[in-house]
Nanobody
């Protein structure tokens, strides 16, 4: 069984850097594609970033490109997300997700239906 546990959320200041981590158990993150999504107040869940099992290749939401980086730590079996220069509109619940199936290109993973397992989420509130 796959379990994903996000950490690193909380109250942050506008302009700061956000660092989130997703600890996976039951699967090796380097063997699967992992992603981050977020859901702001009153909004639908939206794609943030994805890292593929091979390469690895990464793909980012256009709205965040230039401010966001996804990476993985194979030794810790974690997937990490960094968002620079935080803005009030980055306030959201952030979710880590794991995909069991392999799709190409990596941009196919922008749709949350591609993912099979989800973490509980971690709340990020950006204060201005």
């Amino acid at each position: 069984q796959v379990q994903l546990v996000e950490s690193g959320g909380g109250l942050v200041q506008a302009g700061d850097t956000l660092r989130l981590s997703c600890a996976a158990s039951g699967r090796t993150v380097s063997s699967y594609t992992m992603g981050w999504f977020r859901q702001g107040p009153g909004k639908e869940r939206e794609f943030v970033a994805v890292i593929s099992w091979s390469g690895p290749r990464t793909y980012y939401a256009d709205s965040l490109k230039g401010r966001v980086t996804i990476s993985r730590d194979n030794a810790r079996n974690t997937v990490n997300l960094r968002v620079n220069n935080l803005r009030a509109e980055d306030t959201a619940e952030y979710y880590c997700a794991h995909a069991e199936k392999y799709y190409s290109p990596v941009s196919f993973y922008t749709d949350p239906v591609r993912f099979d397992y989800w973490g509980q989420g971690t709340q990020v509130t950006v204060s201005s």
